[in-house]
């Protein structure tokens, strides 16, 4: 029998899937905040999609989740934002408005919170 390399026979499929989790959030700034300064918005200060008060802003999900935050419909860079999530005294969003900016009263600010559940499914047969 002439030399040959043994291998293992093996077949392997698998679904993987991601399931966002979607969280919206939605303030109207109650006063001018000139910049340089901070806008802080405590989680009580938000309302959801129902218009209902928030009482807890998500956990990021290590590695799979990410937040956005609009001021007037504009995103805003991120090393302006500061999330913290939880719930009454603990959850906010601070904005910092640099020098020579403005958010004016009454301005529409909105944070998305994205968290995702990857899955994989891997079915190996021999």
């Not at 989790?21 to 989680?43: D, K, M």
């Not at 959850?91 to 958010?103: D, F, K, N, Q, Y």
């Amino acid at each position: 029998m002439p030399l040959k390399i043994m291998k293992l026979a093996v077949t392997a499929g698998g679904v993987t899937s991601l399931t966002p989790t979607v969280e919206r959030f939605f303030h109207e700034a109650a006063a001018t905040v000139t910049g340089a300064g901070t806008l802080t918005i405590n989680v009580e200060d938000f309302w959801t999609d129902t218009g209902a008060d928030a009482a807890v802003l998500p956990a990021l999900a290590a590695n799979n989740s990410y937040f956005n935050a609009y001021v007037n419909g504009v995103l805003q860079m991120n090393d302006l934002l500061v999330y913290t999530p939880g719930g009454t005294g603990v959850g906010r969003l601070e904005i910092t408005v640099p020098a020579g900016s403005t958010i004016e009263a009454d301005s529409p600010i909105v944070l998305i919170v994205t968290n995702f559940a990857p899955s994989t499914t891997v079915d190996i047969t021999t």
